[in-house]
């Protein structure tokens, strides 16, 4: 049976071979993603469509020299794409996601009222906050707008969703300048929460969300959240969050 291996699981996958032997009807999933925490996908228009990292996929035919699938999950489910030979190859795997949600525990802590950011080279007003995940606590900002437009996130339950769509790269992109093994900026994931507009996301400014001004540890975050899913194939996560901001408004 042919193989190839995926450099980013070592899982092998079957691929077309002399015997016959063909992927055709397997269940792959995105194995490996860009830096930016994204894999581009052709759709039948010729437009690129966007994954995440264990996008789950079932692979359908391969002709004149590409291999297309139908996603299963995410907000791309039951689209029809493709992938050249050699990127499906090297991008899909059979590494699955853990089915269930991740555990996210975030904790209000103290109201900062002149943090500095060395990559912004600015003070926010910062309302801080620990978030746990797995094995990983780390510092988050919960707002830093106070103009009255964003508040810190009340004490209760949310569901965390897959990432929508690669977010604006001007947004983050800057971040990397002072922590240059960072990558997977333009990974926001969505909270159940009123128009579903605050996120889970790296960088150093809040308007409402849950910011991971831990630079260095948005990697290992993002991983942590984005290996798993919950049962309706568009979740991620529980986030928890307690105690009470010192700066609500």
């Not at 490996?32 to 052709?42: R, Y």
């Not at 907000?75 to 555990?103: F, H, R």
């Not at 900002?141 to 897959?162: E, H, I, K």
Request: proline share 6%; with cysteine; hydrophobic share 35%.
């Amino acid at each position: 049976m042919a193989g190839a291996r995926v450099p980013a699981t070592g899982h092998i996958v079957s691929t077309a071979g002399a015997t016959g032997t063909s992927i055709v009807g397997s269940t792959l999933y995105v194995n490996k993603v860009g830096s930016d925490g994204w894999l581009q996908a052709k759709a039948d228009s010729g437009g690129l469509v966007p994954l995440a990292k264990y996008t789950k996929l079932i692979a359908t035919r391969t002709d004149s020299g590409r291999t297309f699938f139908k996603v299963l999950d995410g907000p791309s489910i039951g689209k029809v794409l493709s992938l050249g030979d050699a990127n499906a190859k090297e991008y899909l795997g059979t590494k699955a996601p853990v089915p269930s949600l991740a555990q996210i525990v975030v904790t209000y802590g103290r109201y900062v009222e002149d943090w500095y950011s060395p990559v912004r080279k600015q003070n926010f007003q910062q309302q801080l906050a620990t978030l746990e995940v797995g094995s990983i606590k780390i510092q988050v900002t919960m707002n830093s707008d106070w103009s009255g437009r964003f508040y810190p996130l009340p004490a209760g339950d949310y569901t965390v969703l897959l990432p929508d769509a690669p977010h604006n790269k001007d947004m983050t992109r800057y971040y990397r300048e002072g922590a240059p093994n960072l990558k997977y900026d333009q990974v926001w994931f969505p909270i159940k929460y009123g128009d579903n507009s605050r996120y889970v996301h790296v960088g150093n400014v809040s308007d409402g969300c849950v910011t991971v001004v831990d630079l260095d540890r948005w990697n290992d975050v993002h991983e942590a959240l984005v290996s798993h899913r919950g049962p309706d194939g568009l979740s991620v996560a529980r986030l928890t969050v307690r105690g009470t901001p010192e700066k609500a408004r």
